[in-house]
């Protein structure tokens, strides 16, 4: 019955979907060929906006949920959201919805809406590559690509080895409806804190680089991040970083979690084991700096990462660390004698890192909920979120406080085609960037 009521609602937006896009088809054309700033003065705007189809099914179109309002931090609407969200659950496609969807490619990048947007020259320009690491919700993976999309980027897309076969088919359907979305070549079966985590970005990274896109930035993104900038704007921002990278670095002992690293580790049936005191060094007394798993790394950081012989070596440390993948790029970014390209030589303690905002327990606001520590967004949060400096939030999940995700999801897509200035001015005075 649930089943039946969810392919009628995806056929009924599939064909409204095809008899709408033919009319607005030829306005997306013109669209692609102009300015921003020109798109918005004509008044097509409006009639594209409509069309999103994650939200067209949603209860928030339904009972006319006012996302501006509640981003406003309208206490009515808030309420009104929250009581929503209580009684009516989320309209979620699964795998077999997309394997279906995927069939005809034309319709399924049509229904969707992914040749709506209109690309300036500038962002042409300048492509980025990302990666997108997931294992489950294939809705809430779609959505994410939706929202990064633009034909001239790259995406690899990596899904757990061991995550089932229908997400595993959903994914490559939807990888083979465009020239710029692939499936990894080899895939891992992710263990959490384990290498496989930083391996799956690695292999990313070795398919991206083999292609011939002059792409300029690489992202990692696992799939419960959602932008907090459109395209444009990440464009503007990657171009002051003028090749340095956004990497986190801590190096304060007590804050590094030592004994992850001051001890070998060996993952033996299920579990991390110590093993004793660390005898192996890093290559050229580099020493260890913790950050994040998650980063913005530039074209020849990349490159040097796969290629270069002191890359590999601390590579090779990291094999008995727990949680490599906290570990290693920051010790490269944050090490002189490692020479990496894009590094920053200061105190990395000292510097913003802009990659991605989560809300951490004890010192952020949540009106979401913390879990292992880190808030999973509600709508409550949204008005801070959209005035972030950085790039992504983290994170959502799709059936807890699932208006946050739509509401996000319809904020930037208008900001899209809003004709508002982007002000760099602050990108512009950061301590790591490379001067122009
Ligand atoms: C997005 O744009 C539509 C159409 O102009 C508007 O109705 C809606 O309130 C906007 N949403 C947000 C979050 O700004
Ligand atoms: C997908 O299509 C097949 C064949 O048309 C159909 O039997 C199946 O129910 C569809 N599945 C979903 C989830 O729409
Ligand atoms: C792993 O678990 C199995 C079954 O519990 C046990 O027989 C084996 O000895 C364990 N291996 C190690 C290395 O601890
Ligand atoms: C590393 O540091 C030690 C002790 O400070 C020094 O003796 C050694 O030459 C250094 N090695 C390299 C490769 O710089």
């Known amino acids: 019955m649930k089943r039946r009521g969810l392919v009628k609602q995806l056929l009924l937006f599939c064909l409204v979907g095809f008899v709408v896009t033919s009319v607005y088809n030829s306005i997306v054309s013109q669209v692609n060929e102009l300015n921003v700033e020109e798109v918005t003065a004509k008044s097509t705007t409006k009639r594209i906006l409509n069309f999103i189809p994650s939200t067209r099914t949603s209860p928030k179109n339904k009972f006319k949920i006012n996302c501006r309002k509640i981003i406003e931090k309208d206490k009515d609407e808030i309420d009104r959201a929250t009581a929503l969200m209580r009684v009516s659950p989320p309209s979620r496609l699964q795998n077999g919805d997309y394997i279906n969807a995927t069939q005809d490619c034309v319709h399924f990048r049509k229904s969707f809406r992914y040749d709506n947007y209109p690309v300036t020259n500038e962002e042409r320009e300048f492509p980025i590559a990302y990666s997108i690491i997931t294992y489950q919700d294939v809705d809430q993976t779609e959505r994410l690509l939706r929202a990064i999309y633009r034909p001239q980027n790259l995406y690899c897309i990596h899904a757990d080895a061991s995550s089932p076969d229908s997400l595993h088919r959903a994914l490559a359907g939807i990888a083979d409806c465009f020239g710029n979305v692939f499936i990894v070549s080899k895939k891992e079966d992710i263990i959490y804190n384990h290498m496989s985590r930083l391996k799956a970005d690695l292999n990313c990274m070795s398919d991206i680089l083999s292609m011939p896109q002059k792409w300029k930035y690489f992202i990692n993104l696992p799939h419960q991040q959602f932008p907090l900038k459109t395209n444009l704007e990440l464009v503007k921002i990657l171009k002051t970083y003028n090749g340095a990278n956004d990497i986190e670095g801590i190096i304060t002992h007590g804050r590094m979690m030592p ?178």
């Open 259 to 436: 004994s992850r690293f001051e001890f070998s580790h060996k993952y033996v049936n299920g579990s991390w084991k110590r093993i004793g005191k660390r005898t192996s060094k890093l290559p050229l007394n580099a020493t260890i700096v913790k950050g994040s798993a998650y980063g913005v790394f530039s074209r020849e950081f990349v490159q040097y990462t796969i290629t270069d012989k002191r890359a590999k070596d601390v590579l090779k440390f990291m094999e008995d660390v727990k949680s490599p993948d906290e570990y290693y790029w920051a010790t490269l970014n944050h090490n002189e004698v490692l020479k990496a390209p894009g590094r920053y030589s200061g105190n990395p303690e000292k510097k913003p890192w802009l990659a991605v905002y989560a809300s951490w327990g004890g010192r952020d606001r949540c009106h979401g909920k913390y879990v292992r520590g880190v808030c999973i967004f509600g709508v409550g949060d949204l008005n801070e979120l959209v005035s972030k400096k950085e790039l992504f939030a983290n994170k959502f999940y799709p059936d807890f406080q699932y208006l946050a995700l739509d509401c996000l999801e319809e904020y930037i897509y208008n900001k899209t085609f809003s004709h508002l200035p982007f002000e760099t001015f602050y990108y512009k005075q950061l301590p790591f960037i490379r001067k122009q």
